[in-house]
């Protein structure tokens, strides 16, 4: 018996998908770099095709880089849009005015803006003149308290906490003022010093191998005693440096070797200072935390007499560019190093933590 022949119509043949690839390929020459594609529905409809097929040759020229799917609304797009559209937010650098002295957040902007460069981000740089004030190298800084910290937080956030895709922070601000904002702040790197919040990232510097190299090198080479430098109050980083130097002196049982602090945050602190060690039988090593005050000691020794550093040595713990260019001994650091860390933190699940150990240079002042 015959089979009989169906009346329906036969479905067009589907193009082939090299020749439809192609015709994608003309497509995207007439299409505007930022438009999307037809959607895989009507690109099916224009050729003749089933979206399968569509969404089949879509998939493999994106795979060989001709195309790009944007990553939220799965539409595609010539591949030069990804660089216009692809974009996440801006990381926020929430830090101090560059301004004289402030060399270690030069040095960690360039890290920063390299680490960004590097995976196309974005930064936001604000400060807030409250935050750090220091007009007057040769006098000591003015830092916000946790009452005002917390307010410049709030501002900040009111204005800018939606466009910010990440945040760094100086490590001025305070625990307890970023504890109050801890949601908001989400992901964020704390810098240099070590942060207590397990919400935020850290990239810091080990102090305690800092000291341990510190005090090594300073009893190696014959210093009587360790004077410690405050060189102006209210810097967390300088408090946990000292804290570290004494706890680093009684694990070696040689605290009695280090002796108490002494102030140097202004001309008259500085030069009373000198003073002191001209009458101080012992030689004396004074280790100062920061960089720009190291440098105003020299000068205060000299006037009074003081050999530096057959007398007093004199060593930084900052160590940035400005103290080896001058010939500082220091603790080096690699702020940029440190700028790029912070921004591969944020990126991180959970956001990173790091310790970056500093190397001991030896200058002219030890």
């Not at 937010?89 to 390299?114: D, N, Q, T």
């Not at 004396?284 to 007398?311: F, H, K, Q, Y």
């Not at 700028?339 to 030896?362: D, F, I, K, N, Y």
């Amino acid at each position: 018996m015959a089979r009989a022949r169906s009346s329906l119509p036969r479905p067009a043949a589907r193009a082939p998908a090299p020749g439809l690839a192609t015709r994608v390929r003309q497509l995207l020459g007439e299409s505007a770099g930022d438009q999307p594609l037809p959607t895989t529905r009507e690109l099916g409809e224009r050729f003749g095709v089933a979206n399968t097929t569509i969404f089949r040759v879509l998939r493999g020229l994106t795979q060989a880089g001709e195309i790009w799917q944007h990553p939220t609304n799965g539409r595609y797009f010539p591949k030069n849009a990804r660089l216009l559209l692809d974009r996440p937010k801006p990381i926020a650098c929430l830090i101090r005015r560059l301004e004289l002295g402030s060399e270690l957040y030069r040095e960690l902007l360039e890290g920063i803006s390299a680490g960004c460069g590097a995976g196309r981000r974005t930064m936001l740089l604000w400060h807030d003149e409250l935050l750090v004030n220091h007009p007057d190298p040769h006098e000591p800084p003015a830092f916000a308290t946790v009452a005002q910290q917390g307010a410049i937080l709030a501002d900040f956030l009111a204005r800018h906490g939606e466009s910010a895709g990440g945040f760094i922070l100086d490590h001025v601000w305070s625990d307890a003022a970023l504890r109050t904002h801890a949601r908001a702040l989400r992901p964020a790197v704390m810098l240099f010093r070590h942060c207590a919040n397990p919400a935020f990232g850290n990239v810091r510097v080990d102090f305690r191998a800092g000291a341990l190299k510190a005090l090594g090198y300073l009893l190696g080479r014959g210093y009587e005693q360790i004077m410690p430098v405050s060189p102006f109050q209210g810097d967390p980083a300088v408090d946990e440096f000292a804290g570290v130097l004494r706890t680093v002196a009684a694990e070696l049982n040689c605290q009695t070797r280090v002796v108490a602090t002494a102030p140097a945050s202004t001309p008259a602190d500085r030069a009373t200072l000198a003073q002191r060690l001209r009458r101080t039988a012992k030689r004396t090593a004074l280790v100062c935390p920061e960089d720009n005050i190291a440098m105003l000691l020299l000068p205060a020794l000299r006037d009074s007499g003081v050999e530096c550093p057959r007398r007093v040595g004199l060593l930084s713990v900052m160590g940035t560019d400005f103290a080896t260019r001058a010939g500082l001994s220091c603790l080096r650091h690699d702020f940029r190093q440190l700028g790029q860390a912070a921004v591969a933190a944020l990126s991180a699940e959970p956001t990173g933590r790091v310790a970056v150990e500093p190397a001991l240079w030896t200058g002219d002042t030890t």
